[in-house]
């Protein structure tokens, strides 16, 4: 039996605001959005509208619960990783009952796999038509390539690339079309670019671009066209530099040696930011580190703009937190020795590549953080030396570059995190009247306010470092603390109003929800309830409002 448990509905409104518009107009009126007090349906199943979570399965019966590591959505079906007390990895798939109510628990869970040891499933993995690729251990190989197609007799190796069971540890995978790009080492020529159809045969080493036991270690795959990709690797020759490949040897070669001789230039994090266009930060030796593009041939690989002039270098793109794409344009965090750390942007072209605003006028910089992209907009944090480091957006020009608000007011910094965007964006700040707590924007100042004050007064709802919430619809599926409840499941449509908790571990004590995941109908996630230990729950989509999209 599964035991009822305290339900908390703190309000049942599911009320949204317009989508992100113009700088200072003000959201569409209230009679536009649903009416109050009303949840729609995102399924037809009869009488499955917002219900409290229930028990999706109890893979380990009994108090101990189970070490999920993963929830992963394979066409539909909840696949989970779990781990056992003694490190031992095992993958289930949750099968949905016929017979299923809404009001109780609806799957069951189904051994596809047990008995992978030390490399934990899933340090790597992709998803292609009903097909997820993982490295594994099974203790017999070593960590090697595996596939399931969530079926037991589908689970299965797919090839033995380093036999003897030292493993090959296969990492870095990527799909183009319905090929798998990954690396792995034989034990015989080290780490390089492996590729893989799904069988034995067809999994092979592209080719040996480091000839010998060293290996080239090939990273950061993107796509550059339909059927090649980009990546960085050094051949022991011309250091690290940019390499593309159609999958075959003679289609795999350095596309230029950017830094010529032994020495790096060091490529940043490669973005495609449009067919045959990619963008990186890289280090000629001359510039220092500055912007490149690429279309995967010698003569389309060259400098976009000298930033900062001189060898120091802008230090553009330095990784993968200090850039975002809106529009086929890249922004990114860069310092011209005048302005600091600002924000710029650029389309691939020296015209197109700018400062995108001066927000701390001066060489000290405002150092924006945190970029996520939402309709057209750029959110960021900044400090603009007058107000501290508080929520901020852009449309990629001066003109409509604006603090949203001041949040912890003053020079003290209210230190937004966590932006998250589907059709609004949500994140956390700390405000001395508030504590740290959940805001909302629609990209006005108007539109930008606290969600609710879940724990009252100036304490924090969330620890320094929360753990990440998940968007649905326009609304946010999340973990938050107050201290009746503990640490429990929260979700919102960015309204004070509809915004709900579920006390899964009843009383001060933390049920502590985690891994949340969308999957079908409902949103996935782990919980202790105090009875079970931790184990899958999950929430129908109902509870979220559609506006927004996905």
Same mark, same amino acid.
């Given at each position: ?22 700088v200072?107009?003000p959201a ?7 009416e ?17 979570p ?5 893979i380990?019966?009994g108090?101990a619960?189970?070490?999920?590591r ?5 066409d539909?079906?909840?696949?989970v ?9 095992s993958?289930?798939k949750l099968?949905e ?5 809404c ?14 040891i030390g ?5 790597a993995?992709a ?8 490295a ?19 689970t299965v190796?797919?090839e033995?690339i ?5 493993g090959?540890?296969p990492?870095?995978?990527?799909l ?5 790009y990954f690396?792995a ?9 492996w590729?893989?159809d ?7 080493l592209v ?11 090939p ?13 960085t690797a050094?051949d022991?020759?011309?250091g690290?530099?940019v ?11 350095l ?16 973005v495609?930011?449009?067919p ?11 510039h220092?580190?500055? %912007?490149? !593009?690429s279309?995967?041939? #010698?003569? @389309?690989t =060259? /400098?976009v *703009?000298? &930033? +900062?002039?001189? $060898? ?7 990784n ?7 529009k086929r ?8 020795g005048?302005?600091?750390?600002? %924000?710029w !942007?650029?389309d691939?072209? #020296?015209g @197109?590549? =700018? /400062?995108? *605003?001066? &927000? +701390?006028?001066? $060489?000290?910089g405002?150092e924006?953080g ?6 057209g907009?750029l ?9 501290g ?5 852009s449309e990629?020009?001066a ?16 230190s937004?995190?966590?932006f998250t965007a589907?059709?609004k ?16 924007t ?6 930008t306010?606290?969600?609710?004050d ?5 304490a924090?709802a969330?620890?320094?470092d929360p753990n990440?919430p998940?968007?649905v ?8 603390f107050e201290?009746e ?5 929260w979700?919102?449509d ?8 579920a ?10 929800p985690?891994?949340?995941?969308r999957i ?8 202790d309830?105090g ?20």
């Open positions: 039996m599964i035991r009822r448990h305290s339900w908390l509905r703190l309000a049942g409104a599911c009320v949204l605001f317009a989508a992100c518009g113009p200072e107009e569409e009126e209230a009679a536009s959005a649903p109050q007090g009303v949840l729609e349906a995102a399924h037809e199943r009869p009488g499955c509208t917002c219900q409290p229930v028990l999706a399965a109890e380990t019966p108090t619960g189970t070490n999920v993963t929830i992963f959505d394979l539909g079906t909840p696949l990783n779990a781990e056992d007390d003694t490190g031992t990895n993958l289930w099968v009952r016929e017979d299923a109510e009001g109780g628990s609806r799957w069951d869970a189904v051994l596809l796999r047990g008995g992978f490399l934990p499933l899933f340090v993995f998803i292609e038509d009903g097909t997820l690729y993982f594994a251990d099974d203790g017999v190989h070593g960590a090697e390539l595996w596939k399931t197609d969530g079926t037991p007799e589908g190796l797919v033995d380093q036999p003897g069971g030292g090959s540890q990492l870095n995978f990527f183009l079309g319905k090929t798998l690396t080492d034989d034990g015989e020529h080290g780490r390089e670019l590729k893989s799904g069988t034995a045969r067809g999994t092979r080719e040996d671009i480091f000839p010998g036991p060293l290996g080239s270690v990273l950061g795959m993107v796509r550059v066209d339909d059927e090649h990709i980009l990546f050094d022991g020759e011309h690290r530099e390499w593309k490949s159609n999958g075959t040897r003679s289609g795999t070669r596309v230029e040696d950017i830094r010529p001789g032994l020495m790096s230039s060091e490529p940043g994090t490669l495609q930011v449009k045959g266009l990619v963008l990186f930060a890289a280090n000629d030796g001359e220092g580190q500055e %912007l490149w !593009r279309d995967g041939t #010698p003569g @389309g =060259r /400098l *703009e000298d &930033i +900062r002039p001189g $060898p120091e270098g802008s230090a553009a793109m330095v993968s937190t200090q850039f975002a794409l809106v344009s890249l922004y990114f965090l860069a310092n011209d005048v302005h600091g750390d600002e %924000l !942007r650029s691939g072209t #020296p @197109g590549t =700018r /400062l995108v *605003e001066d &927000i +701390r006028p001066g $060489p000290e405002s924006p945190g970029l996520k992209p939402m309709d907009q959110f960021f944090s900044a400090d603009d030396g007058t107000h480091r508080e929520p901020w957006r990629g020009s003109g409509n570059t604006l603090m949203l608000a001041d949040v912890f007011p003053g020079p003290g910094t209210s937004p995190s966590g589907r059709g964006v949500y994140f956390y700040a700390v405000s001395p009247e508030f504590g740290h707590e959940l805001w909302v629609d990209g006005t100042r108007r539109g306010h606290l969600v609710k879940i724990r009252p007064g100036p924090n969330f620890a320094g990440d998940l968007p619809g326009g609304g946010l599926i999340l973990s938050a201290d409840h503990g640490v429990e499941l979700w919102t960015g309204t004070e109003e509809g915004t709900m908790m006390d899964l571990f009843p009383g001060p004590a933390n049920s502590d985690a891994n949340f995941s079908g109908e409902w949103v996935f996630f782990t919980a309830d009875v079970h230990g931790r184990e899958v729950w999950a929430l129908p989509l109902a509870c979220f409002p559609k506006t927004g999209g996905r």
